[in-house]
């Protein structure tokens, strides 16, 4: 399914998710309607999940962010993803390998309302929190994999 023209689009794709079919098509060198077909199959596929425009959290207000790393007090999972899930400053959360089973990104308006979020998850969890400086890396575009 992902052969080399899917990659392409994928990439192009990544680059902006704006454009055109026309456009993709010059892009892969082929039909708008063939572009747009290899596009639909991508996405019911699951391969393509959907497109969201990538924000800048300063000029939204959130000048602070910060990588969370949480390590749960036992029996409080549940309540800890429920926790996660319902608070708009958590804008990701993974679950990883290590004593500190979960990675979180978080964004603040100020110091104060970090300190608060951390003061909230002392009641679920252990946590050691680091706040970004800047980004180096970001929205990378993804290439196929070797080949075997």
Known sequence: MLDTINWKIIKALQENAR????????????SAPAVAERVKKLEESGVIQGY?????LDKLGYPIVA?????????????FIYFVKSVSGVIECNNVTGEKAFLLKVVASNMKE?????????????????????????????TPPPSN
């Not at 969201?52 to 800048?56: F, I, M, N």
């Not at 990588?67 to 309540?79: H, S, T, W, Y």
């Not at 300190?115 to 993804?142: A, G, H, P, R, Y």
Request: some cysteine; hydrophobic content about 45%.
């Open 19 to 30: 454009i055109s079919f026309a456009e993709l098509g010059k892009v892969v060198h082929l």
């Open 114 to 142: 970090l300190d608060q979020l951390l003061e909230d998850f002392s009641k679920l969890c252990e946590t050691n929190s680091m706040i970004v400086l800047s980004q180096i890396v970001s929205d990378t575009v993804l």
């Open 67 to 79: 990588q969370v790393q949480a390590r749960v007090f036992l029996g409080k999972e549940p309540d």
């Open 52 to 56: 969201k425009p990538k924000l800048d």
